[in-house]
């Protein structure tokens, strides 16, 4: 599990909307990203941080566009529940910068819990292969 999450590029490819990611300089990685929400729909290009981490337990990134209009902060912690199991409590706070940042930001919040369960389902697919 741990591997998997301490792994920008495997990660990424379990967040919503991130199409693509690439080593840039000094551990930080560039995401290409797609977001949906409601009508809206925009392609960001973003840094991705590692700010925090306590192997396999603890994990935050931030996540900044390289124009300015868009911040999230991504949290994951694990918990050993079994030999077999894990449990990964996820947090994660996105927000919209610009003219429409209002209905933009509000319409993030009613799609969060989708996308979070969009991520766990990523995750385990990408653990238990056909899951």
Known sequence: MWDLLNDPAQLSKCVPGCEEASLGVDDEWKWKMKFN????????EA??????KEPTRKLAINLDSVTGDFKAQLH??????????????????????GPFQLVVNQMIKSQMDKLVGEF???VSSKLVPNS
């Open 37 to 44: 929400v409601g009508v809206i729909s925009r392609r960001i």
């Open 76 to 97: 994951l912690e694990l918990a050993e529940v079994s030999s077999t199991s894990t449990r990964v409590k996820f947090a994660a706070n996105v927000d919209a910068r």
């Open 120 to 122: 766990a389902a990523n």
């Open 47 to 52: 840094i991705a941080r590692v700010v925090e």
